[in-house]
């Protein structure tokens, strides 16, 4: 796994210009090993104008060519916001759109809602969003989420872009996503980007996990340099992170839906106790 590379510009907390080494290193690591498939989380680049754009995707896909592995993609609201979804998909040369497939034996869904994004807009979902994750998690299988941004709608507290901008790290549909998630009758484990660190948050039942950007400088003031390797074996998920914030976590790979039982409602309004 990797993602939110940033190709571009550097700012005062990615470094863009290291992206295309890093990835290039990233490319040359993954094809010494025996890797089922390599998953890009979105974000590629960081925009500028269509022109500068399309530039910065091409020199991106050009080091994805190179992976002996199959590789699959998301695009960020970074990707889309001067160019369209189609357009990344061609440079590409591989869907980025809501899918549904089985990688070694794990079933994956790619959900690809609207990530366009404003400081004055927010995340917002487009009409048929939640029905295409109504879809897509429509399955009893054992499932891994992905897509772009977060779906668990966790605290950001620290966090250097989201903490005072909470509305840009998460859709305003949360609570709607999270029922669908909830109600889904397969267990699932997700995993997401955008958010720029590393996280584990469990909501009714469901581990949400967040990979950190490979160029990320606001925690250590260098590349974060992350990647992650998830290997399933058997009823265990073991969720790896390597570069300068390392991070190993360890979860059952469920084969049943968790049903949590519905919260206790508010002790000051309870009667008895």
């Not at 890093?22 to 490319?27: A, D, I, K, Q, T």
């Not at 160029?215 to 992650?228: H, L, R, V, Y």
Request: proline residues 7%.
């Amino acid at each position: 796994m990797i993602g939110d590379i940033h190709h571009g510009r550097d700012t005062p907390t990615k470094r863009g210009s290291a992206a295309m080494p890093l990835l290039s290193r990233f490319v040359a690591e993954v094809n010494a090993v025996r890797i089922d498939a390599v998953i890009e989380l979105g974000d590629r680049i960081s925009d500028e104008s269509p022109e500068r754009d399309r530039k910065l995707a091409e020199e991106v896909a050009d080091q994805f060519t190179r992976l002996s592995a199959p590789r699959h993609h998301v695009s960020g609201n970074h990707d889309v916001a001067m160019l369209s979804l189609a357009d990344n998909e061609a440079i590409l040369g591989r869907p980025t759109g809501s899918r549904a497939l089985v990688i070694g034996n794990v079933r994956c869904a790619f959900w690809q809602p609207d990530v366009r994004l404003t400081r004055e807009r927010g995340l917002h979902l487009a009409a048929d969003d939640i029905a295409d994750l109504q879809r897509l998690l429509a399955d009893e299988r054992p499932t891994l989420l992905i897509s772009h941004v977060p779906l668990s709608g966790h605290a950001q507290t620290g966090n250097f872009y989201f903490e005072r901008n909470p509305g840009h790290a998460t859709y305003a549909e949360i609570d709607s996503i999270r029922g669908v998630i909830a109600q889904a009758p397969c267990p699932i484990i997700a995993l997401a980007g955008h958010v720029h660190w590393s996280t584990l948050t469990t909501v009714d039942g469901t581990p949400h996990l967040t990979l950190q950007s490979l160029t990320e400088t606001f925690i250590s003031g260098e590349p974060a340099e992350a990647a992650g390797l998830l290997e399933i074996d058997g009823g265990v998920v073991r969720w790896t992170i390597s570069g300068r914030e390392p991070l190993s976590v360890t979860l059952p790979w469920p084969c049943v839906k968790p049903r949590w039982r519905a919260p206790l409602s508010s002790f000051t309004s309870a009667v008895g106790g």
